[in-house]
C-alpha cells in the first residue's frame, strides 16, 4: 500500500476501484493533484461493508473535519458484489452520464458518487465499467475524436466512438487468460516470473493473426517445445503473450482496419498492443490509463456540480 500524505485538504476525491486495487487522488478545486495514494484492496478481496474503511484508509489525512467532501468512484465498486450497484447506461450514449449512484457511509465528512458503466444487448452483449471514465478523459484530451478506443487490460475493450458518443464496444478476456493460463495450466512449469524476447512475442503476434482457429493447439506447443526443444523460459512467456493479444486483433480486426485509434493503458501492456498493431499499418495515439481516468473523473465531479 501506498501511504497518503497527511494534512492536505482535498476539495474532492477521485477513485479508481478496480478489481485488483484501488487508487486515489486528492484534488483542489483548480484541478491541481495534491496527492495520491494506493493500496491493493480492490473489489476482489472486499465485501460490502469492507469499502468504506479500505476507502478511509487512504484519505482520511485528506478530508477536513468541518465540512463533507466529495469523493467520485469509477470501477468495480458499482458492480453488483460491489458498494452500492451503479446500473449500466446502454450505449449508444457519451460516456459519462447521470445519475450517479451514492454508496452508503457512516462518517459524515464523506459524500461518494460512484459512475455507471456502459452496456449493449447488440450484436453481442456486453459490459463495461471504469472503461467509460478512461474513455470519457481520453475525449477530453482529444476533442472531435472519431475512431476507435483501445483499452487493454484484464478484460480489453475496443470501443466504437463517434460525435462524442461510444456507439459500441467488444471485450476480450486476454489479459485474464494471460494470467490464468501462466499461473495456474500446465504452461506454467515453461514460463518465467519475468524476461521478455521480442522477436518471439512479434513472431506469435503474426501466427495467431493468421491462423486464430488454431491458437488452442499453439498454446501446447509452448509446453512441448519447452521439453523437446529448449524453448526458454523468457521466449514462452513472450509467445504466450503474443498468441493471445494476436488472436484479440484477428476478432477486433473490425474495429482497427481503416480506423483512427486511440490506445489508453498502462505503459508496458499498452507498449505491446502498440508493438504488435505496427506491422497491421495501426499507428495509434497512446494515452496513460491513469490520466484518463482521472481526466474523466474531473468530468464526473462537474456533472454533479451541474457543469458539464
Known sequence: MTPPLEGIAADWIAADWGTSNLRVWAISDAGAVLAQAESGR????????????????LIGGWLAPDRVTPVLVCGMAGARQGWAEAAYRPVPCPPLGLPLTAA??????????????????????????????????????????????????????????????????????????????ATRSVLRHGLAAEGWDDAAFDAAVAEAMARPEALAARLFTLRAEGLLAGLSPAAARARLSGLLIG???????????????????????????ARALAPLGVTP????????????LAQACALTKGNP
Open 104 to 181: 452508503p457511509t457512516a462518517d459524515p465528512r464523506l459524500a461518494v458518487s460512484i459512475v455507471p458503466g456502459l452496456s449493449q444487448t447488440r450484436p453481442s452483449a456486453d459490459v463495461m465499467r471504469g472503461e467509460e471514465t478512461q474513455i470519457a478523459g481520453a475525449l477530453a484530451g482529444h476533442p472531435g475524436f472519431d475512431g476507435v478506443v483501445c483499452l487493454p487490460g484484464t478484460h480489453s475493450k475496443w470501443a466504437e466512438v463517434s460525435a462524442g458518443e461510444v456507439v459500441s464496444f467488444r471485450s476480450f478476456m486476454t489479459g485474464e487468460l494471460f494470467d490464468l493460463l
Open 42 to 57: 480492490g473489489m476482489g478481496r472486499l465485501d460490502r461493508d469492507g469499502y468504506e474503511p479500505a476507502l478511509l484508509d
Open 247 to 273: 488472436a484479440e486483433l484477428a476478432a477486433a480486426r473490425p474495429w482497427w482496419l481503416g480506423r483512427d485509434v486511440l490506445l489508453v493503458g498502462a505503459g508496458s501492456l499498452a507498449a505491446l498492443y
Open 285 to 296: 495515439r497512446t494515452l496513460p490509463a491513469d490520466a484518463a481516468a482521472l481526466a474523466g
